[in-house]
C-alpha cells in the first residue's frame, strides 16, 4: 500500500508482515475530542493503521518504508486508541531502521495510547544517500493476546 505527503507526492509504502488482511489494518478508534479542539480535526485523530496479534518470544510489527531526501529530520509518531479497545502500550515496540540499524523510540514515563490526545513519541534521525529508512511499529514478547498498536499520524520535520 502506497502513503502520499500533503502534497501528494508519493512518501513510501507500508508492508504488513502477517496473515491479516492489510485492509483489516487501517481502523477508525483513535481518540478524539469530539469538538475538533485537539491539534488536528477528529476525523484525522481518529483513524490509524493497526498492527495486532500476539507476538510470544518476538516482535511482531508494521514496516513503513519511507522516501526522503538524504539529511537530519525529527520524527513525531502520534498513537491513539479510544478507551474501547486493549491497552496495548505494555508490549509496545515502535522503532526506526536506517541501514539495518534499529533505534527504539523510548515511551516516556506513563505513557498509555489508550485516551492519548497529547503525547507524542519523538526520534531524531539521519537518512542516508539512499533517502530510505524504515518505520516499524508493533508488539514484542507479548504475554497477553490480540492487543492493537495504533500509529494514528506522522510528522517529519528536517532539522
Known amino acids: 500500500r502506497t502513503f502520499v505527503w500533503d502534497s501528494g507526492e508519493d512518501a513510501g509504502t507500508v508492508v504488513k508482515g502477517d496473515s491479516v488482511n492489510f485492509n483489516e489494518d487501517i481502523r477508525v478508534g483513535g481518540a478524539t475530542t469530539g469538538d475538533d479542539s485537539g491539534m488536528y480535526p477528529d476525523s484525522v485523530l481518529e483513524k490509524y493503521v493497526r498492527y495486532n496479534g500476539f507476538p510470544q518470544n518476538t516482535y511482531g510489527h508494521r514496516t513503513a518504508s519511507i522516501h526522503l531526501s538524504p539529511g537530519t529530520y525529527r520524527l ?81 520535520e528536517e532539522t
Open 76 to 156: 513525531r509518531l502520534f498513537c491513539s486508541l479510544n478507551s474501547t479497545y486493549k491497552n496495548s502500550t505494555e508490549f509496545m515496540k515502535v522503532q526506526t531502521v536506517v541501514d539495518g540499524v534499529a533505534n527504539v523510540f523510548e515511551l516516556p514515563d506513563g505513557y498509555d495510547v489508550i485516551g492519548n490526545l497529547t503525547r507524542w513519541l519523538e526520534q531524531e534521525i539521519t537518512v542516508p544517500e539512499s533517502g530510505m529508512f524504515e518505520l516499524q511499529w508493533g508488539m514484542e514478547n507479548a504475554t497477553k493476546g490480540w492487543m492493537e498498536v495504533p500509529l494514528n499520524i506522522i510528522e517529519i
